[in-house]
T-cell receptor
Framework: NAGVTQTPKFQVLKTGQSMTLQCAQDMNHNSMYWYRQDPGMGLRLIYYSASEGTTDKGEVPNGYNVSRLNKREFSLRLESAAPSQTSVYFC???????????FGPGTRLLVL | AQSVTQLDSHVSVSEGTPVLLRCNYSSSYSPSLFWYVQHPNKGLQLLLKYTSAATLVKGINGFEAEFKKSETSFHLTKPSAHMSDAAEYFCVVSGVRGGYNKLIFGAGTRLAVHP
């Protein structure tokens, strides 16, 4: 099992460009999450999907959109990137009844 | 509402000496608590979790944490630090926000281990 995978590993964007971060899990988990990690702030939840077909906003959703494509895949889209979105983005997943989340390796995004 | 505070942003120890990373939590009910570790340029790995069974929880790589309800603490310890323990450590509480269970992260403690 690969667990949670994320692509790309690293990306540089110019202000105003768009991009989609991809996440996939092969553990048959129901719930999937997108976080951003900034120095001194831990991880903050951007969006989550409690089950296939549902998505909800987390703490910091502004400037992002998500798509739960199927049970395995959960993508995060930046429509018009801003320097404030420079961060490391983590995807996570878990079973519906469990609390432990399993994390991907992260995507480092730099917006110039 | 649930929250978690990591009391030290940086901790530095010598190899072979004990490690103590401090965490206090706030929760209106009996929480589930976790410690995750993040090695440089890597994802987050679960070290251990507390879910209202034994108050002393043993994790991977010789780490353990003790849940103390009276002190609202969940400090992480290891008797003898190894160079490979150098990483960032996150204390996490499981909470309910917006009707769903969420993980709420502390700001992190960066552990440096010196020879």
């Amino acid at each position: 099992n690969a667990g949670v995978t994320q692509t790309p590993k690293f990306q540089v964007l110019k202000t105003g460009q768009s991009m989609t971060l991809q996440c996939a899990q092969d553990m048959n988990h129901n719930s999937m999450y997108w976080y951003r990690q900034d120095p001194g702030m831990g991880l903050r939840l951007i969006y989550y999907s409690a089950s296939e077909g549902t998505t909800d906003k987390g703490e910091v959703p502004n400037g992002y959109n998500v798509s739960r494509l199927n049970k395995r895949e959960f993508s995060l889209r930046l429509e018009s990137a801003a320097p404030s979105q420079t961060s490391v983005y983590f995807c996570a997943s878990k079973w519906g009844g469990e609390e432990t989340q399993y994390f991907g390796p992260g995507t480092r995004l730099l917006v110039l | 509402a649930q929250s978690v505070t990591q009391l030290d942003s940086h901790v530095s120890v010598s190899e072979g000496t004990p490690v103590l990373l401090r965490c206090n939590y706030s929760s209106s009910y009996s929480p589930s608590l976790f410690w995750y570790v993040q090695h440089p340029n890597k994802g987050l790995q679960l070290l251990l979790k507390y879910t209202s069974a034994a108050t002393l929880v043993k994790g991977i790589n010789g780490f353990e944490a003790e849940f103390k309800k009276s002190e609202t603490s969940f400090h992480l310890t290891k008797p003898s630090a190894h160079m490979s323990d150098a990483a960032e450590y996150f204390c996490v509480v499981s909470g309910v926000r917006g009707g769903y269970n969420k993980l709420i992260f502390g700001a992190g403690t960066r552990l440096a281990v010196h020879p």
